[in-house]
Structure formats: structure tokens, C-alpha cells
């Protein structure tokens, strides 16, 4: 009798050790490209914000058909690029100090930062910002809006608009 319940016992808990490791979750990398950041002027010295909507849509974000709500279990941003484009009359980053990334959305998640350079190279007309360590973001993914917002630290006045492109690479996890 006692070898029967050891025996169900292990059976029982062999079969839970198979199913919850044979669904395993998928793992994308997703880009978020051309991003662009408008920051309208006057611009002030100091800190100005620029803001880009971006709607969720899980099935073209992952190329999948996926009907699952909350389907993404996690989301690590990989890269986050800043760049200004390159012309005669265009302001560069010799203006900017610094730039910090962060993302919002409609719902009860608070604002996170995820990325940030401070102080940005005035040389080269893209930044690689540097990201935050091993910070969670997948929540914003199963929500309809997620603004990312990019805040400038201007060294002078600006009476024009800046415009930014942002490039991002994002893993994702999902079902």
C-alpha cells in the first residue's frame, strides 16, 4: 500500500515537472524603428520633453497570430539610439547635456525610466544611450498605449524645433 502512494506521488509529480517545462515561452526581438521625437519650440535652457504615442499591436510587433490578452510575460529593452539628423542649419547635440528615456502608459504603471546618457558626445550625431539594468517593461506591452517619452537637457535658448529619431531594439517574452 505505502509503495502504491509512493509510486502515484512520483508519477504525479514527474507529470507536473513535464507540463509546466514543455510549454515553454518564445523569445523575439522586436525593433521599434524611426522613432520621432518633435520638440517644439522656443525650446528653454534646461530640461524640454518630446513624446511618441506608440499603439500596441502585438500580432505585428511579434508577426504572429496571437489573440491571447496579457500574452507578453516580459520585455527587456536591448538598445535605445538617439540620433539628430545632419544638415547645414540643423542643431546638433553640442546643445543637448543630457537625454533620459522613459515610458508611460493610460494605465495604473507608473512611469519607468529605462535609458539614459548623460553627458551626450557633441561629436557624433548618434547616441547610444546607456540602459537600465535588467529592467522589466513587458507590462506596457499588454496595455493599448505606450508613450515613450524623451526628456533633452538644453545648455541655451532655442527659438526652432529639434527634432530626434529614436531606434529600439526590445526582447520580448511571450506564450
Do not use: H
Not at 52 to 59: A, D, H, P
Not at 89 to 106: A, H, P, Q, R, W
Request: proline share 2%; aromatic share 8%; net charge negative.
Amino acid at each position: 500500500m505505502l509503495k502504491m502512494k509512493l509510486l502515484t506521488v512520483i508519477f504525479g509529480l514527474s507529470l507536473l515537472l513535464f507540463i509546466s517545462c514543455s510549454k515553454g515561452s518564445k523569445v523575439k526581438t522586436a525593433d521599434l524603428s524611426d522613432v520621432v521625437f518633435e520638440f517644439e519650440g522656443p525650446l528653454f535652457e534646461g530640461t524640454n520633453t518630446a513624446q511618441y504615442l506608440y499603439s500596441v499591436n502585438i500580432k505585428e510587433l511579434l508577426n504572429e497570430d496571437i489573440s491571447e490578452e496579457n500574452a507578453i510575460k516580459s520585455a527587456t529593452l536591448k538598445s535605445a539610439t538617439i540620433s539628430m539628423e545632419e544638415c547645414e542649419n540643423c542643431y546638433g547635440f553640442e546643445t543637448i547635456k543630457s537625454l533620459v528615456l522613459s515610458m508611460v502608459s493610460d494605465g495604473e504603471i507608473p512611469m519607468k525610466e529605462i535609458a539614459l546618457l548623460n553627458p551626450v558626445n557633441a561629436k557624433n550625431n548618434s547616441q547610444a544611450l546607456k540602459l537600465a539594468e535588467e529592467l522589466e517593461i513587458g507590462e506596457f506591452f499588454n496595455t493599448d498605449k505606450i508613450y515613450w517619452i524623451l526628456d533633452a537637457d538644453i545648455t541655451e535658448e532655442i527659438d526652432d524645433n529639434i527634432s530626434m529619431i529614436g531606434n529600439f531594439k526590445i526582447e520580448l517574452r511571450y506564450d
